[in-house]
């Protein structure tokens, strides 16, 4: 299971953080990634980490604004989003892939959202200007 929390409305250059708590399996041997989406859109990565050695990926459009972290002690990931603007105004979702024997890695291919297994309610955020 994976529940979502933390959207709301921000003005430009606000910050919010966003909470991904995970039960059902293994939280410290998973890929866990945020995704974005608008309408009409395809569901877009933001940002992943390895809960198994603390790694982590973000596309460039995010870097140096946007944190993902986890406390194994919570099962519980964070996306901390600084300096908002307004097109980081989406639906975000949380999703995770256990990594097993899978061999995975965060990086680019993660940010694929067919990979993952397990998905959030979403939550929205929407970045006035």
């Known amino acids: 299971q994976v529940v979502q929390s933390g959207g709301e409305l921000v003005q430009a250059g606000g910050s919010l953080r966003l909470s991904c708590a995970v039960s059902?399996?293994?939280?410290?041997?998973?890929?866990i990634g945020w995704f974005r989406q608008v309408p009409g859109a395809a569901r877009e990565g933001v940002s992943c980490i390895s809960t198994r050695d603390g790694s982590t990926y973000s596309v460039d459009s995010v870097k140096g604004r946007f944190i993902i972290s986890s406390d194994v002690a919570k099962n519980t990931v964070y996306l901390q989003m600084d300096s908002l603007k307004p097109e980081d105004t989406a639906d975000y979702y949380c999703?995770?892939?256990?990594?097993?024997?899978?061999?995975?890695?965060?990086?680019?291919?993660?940010?694929?959202?067919?990979?993952?297994?397990?998905w959030g309610q979403g939550t929205q955020v929407i970045v006035s200007s």
């Open positions: 059902g399996f293994t939280f410290d041997d998973a890929i």
């Open positions: 999703a995770s892939k256990p990594i097993l024997d899978l061999g995975i890695e965060v990086g680019e291919r993660m940010m694929s959202a067919p990979l993952y297994d397990y």
